[in-house]
């Protein structure tokens, strides 16, 4: 990851942290402790250097505002926020009563950048079926799919304890949303539209259901985490456990992994926080687009399917960088 945007030319303002609405209530404590769970892991001189300061138990807001700029990326391009969360799924290792759908490991041929079959040929022609990569097996094939598109999750086993899963790769085919299908279709409205209300049409219109979620050719394979301990986040993309809301996904041509972005969310519940790029996704693409990590479980997952709300986001890039993206006129 470069230590600036990477993408094709997004206008890059550097504002004053004045302009930051709620900056100064924000706990920049609780963002400096999820900032140092990853800033070692920024492949850039820059960043290592304030990693390091990160480590000397500077006083929080002092070390943001001395050692950063806030960069506008886009303008006044409107931010687009929604949540994820780490589901939890009921499960076995074995296939037995109720656990017939399995999640599988990520065959051997697929190559990062390249393209393997649809979800459509995968699930049709049982391309996965007997070749040992069956990593557990759920009793709802829905969940296996939102699972997919989180990325990772917990399976709590029949036969006892639990198993961590998080992503090993992708089949190469672009993620296309069941939400905006069914809108589409004309079965919802898009106010209408959550997680919640998809997963209850699929299970209300099995036949149907399996090929709206056919829809999205992309394909999802996981590799076993369960040394993660269980207090701690799922691992985001940086390999590094995540937290709740003060992680989020972003679109790394645009945000560097491991920087921190203050958000300022609008919508029914209004959130201004500084947050740790810590994560990507298929659906995060865009200069002012950001994913918000909203923790593990059911009541986490509800929260997140409610989130479809504008704003802004800003990037905190250190000095040096922040000037040589927008240099002083």
């Not at 917990?154 to 085919?173: D, I, P, S, T, W």
Request: hydrophobic residues 40%; aromatic residues 10%.
């Amino acid at each position: 990851m470069s230590s600036g945007p990477a993408a094709a030319s997004p206008t890059v303002e550097i504002l004053k942290f004045e302009e930051l609405k709620g900056w100064e209530v924000d706990d920049h404590q609780a963002a400096l402790d999820v900032f140092q769970n990853t800033c070692i892991d920024i492949p850039d001189p820059e960043w290592a250097s304030l990693c390091a300061l990160a480590t000397s138990q500077p006083d929080a807001r002092t070390f943001f505002e001395l050692f950063f700029r806030p960069v506008l990326l886009g303008g006044n391009e409107t931010a687009l926020f929604t949540g994820y969360f780490e589901p939890e799924l009921r499960g076995s290792r074995k296939r037995q009563g109720p656990y017939q759908f399995p999640i599988y490991a990520k065959p051997r041929e697929i190559r990062n950048g390249t393209r393997w079959f649809s979800r459509a040929e995968i699930e049709d022609q049982n391309l996965l079926a007997g070749r040992g990569l069956e990593i557990a097996f759920v009793d709802d094939p829905v969940d296996v799919f939102f699972l997919q598109i989180q990325g990772s999750g917990r399976v709590k086993l029949a036969e006892g304890g639990a198993l961590r899963v998080g992503y090993a790769g992708k089949n190469g085919h672009d993620y296309k949303s069941v939400g905006q299908e069914l809108v589409k279709r004309g079965v919802y409205r898009p106010h209408q539209v959550s997680a919640q209300v998809i997963q209850r049409w699929v299970k209300r219109n099995p036949v149907a259901g399996r090929e709206l979620l056919q829809h999205n050719p992309s394909y999802v394979f996981f590799r076993e985490v369960s040394e993660v301990p269980a207090s701690l986040g799922p691992l985001g993309a940086m390999n590094r456990s995540i937290t709740r809301m003060r992680s989020i996904a972003v679109d790394p041509d645009f945000v560097p992994l491991g920087a921190p972005v203050w958000i300022e969310k609008e919508g029914v519940d209004p959130l201004q926080r500084l947050m740790i790029a810590q994560d990507t996704g298929s659906a995060i693409k865009g200069v002012q687009r950001a994913d918000i990590f909203y923790g593990t479980g059911s009541d986490a997952g509800k929260a997140a399917g409610r989130i479809k709300d504008p704003g802004r986001m800003v990037v905190l890039m250190p000095i040096q960088i922040a000037y040589t993206l927008a240099p002083e006129g």
